[in-house]
Nanobody, 116 residues
């Protein structure tokens, strides 16, 4: 019963910050790479970032590099996406994801709206 629950989305002004959380359960969180994706209206779902199982290595899409920071707390089974210097083009539903052998799992998403 893998579950991923995103939270922390909301409305923020351009230049502002948000921290998204993804609470994971139902699997051994500490051995999996975790991912964030986002999907804006009318657009394809876009990979945003991933973090290694230990948190020592992270990767980011060029569009967010330098502004977003991914981290994880394996003791809390939670991954975080710190989003700074937000832009209107960051507006999207943000999804937490974990890739397993049998399938990928997705959270329900959390809406981030960047607007003045």
């Amino acid at each position: 019963q893998v579950q991923l629950v995103e939270s922390g989305g909301g409305l923020v002004q351009p230049g502002g910050s948000l921290r998204l959380s993804c609470a994971a359960s139902g699997f051994i969180f500490s051995i999996y790479v975790m991912n964030w994706y986002r999907q804006a209206p009318g657009k394809e779902r876009e990979w945003v970032a991933d973090i290694s199982s230990t948190g020592i290595s992270t990767s980011y899409a060029d569009s967010v590099k330098g502004r977003f920071t991914l981290s994880r707390d394996n003791a809390k089974n939670t991954v975080y996406l710190q989003m700074n210097s937000l832009r209107p083009e960051d507006t999207a539903v943000y999804y937490c994801n974990v890739r397993m052998k049998i399938r990928n799992y997705w959270g329900q998403g959390t809406q981030v709206t960047v607007s003045s």
